[in-house]
């Protein structure tokens, strides 16, 4: 018989829409989904660096391709690369316990997005 305390009664249906994660957690997904995103993208940026070393009309293709679509390519790139690090190295630090506690986590996560922010403009006139 199933009981009736409200306390030991399990969920029945999550609305991961409604379900709000901490930044830790989101800055974790982030890191995840940018190293994917970089390893997608590593394919292309071989060939077009081959592209370029080929020769003087290879290298105008690629840049060509650079000044098109290839620099919000090259935007994004650098953005995953930039959060990938900064979240690398958070979790460097957690594996030698360092800000392990909830407010350390919730900060080093704070920072994480904010040098993201901070290097999305220096990526940006990079690119440009």
Request: charged fraction near 10%; charge should be positive.
């Amino acid at each position: 018989m199933p009981s009736s305390n409200p306390l030991n009664r399990r969920p029945v249906f999550l609305d991961l829409r409604v379900i709000r994660l901490p930044v830790n957690a989101l800055v974790s997904i982030l890191h995840r989904l940018s190293g994917l995103f970089l390893i997608v993208v590593l394919p292309f940026w071989v060939w077009l660096l081959g592209e370029s070393l080929t020769s003087e009309a290879g290298y105008l293709h690629a840049r060509a391709i650079l000044h098109s679509w290839g620099a919000w390519l090259a935007l994004f790139s650098l953005t995953a690369l930039g959060h990938h690090f900064f979240a690398g190295l958070r979790h460097l630090a957690m594996d030698v316990h360092w800000g392990l506690t909830r407010d350390a986590s919730r900060w080093s996560a704070w920072g994480v997005l904010v040098l993201d922010a901070v290097c999305l403009p220096l990526w940006w006139r990079m690119v440009v």
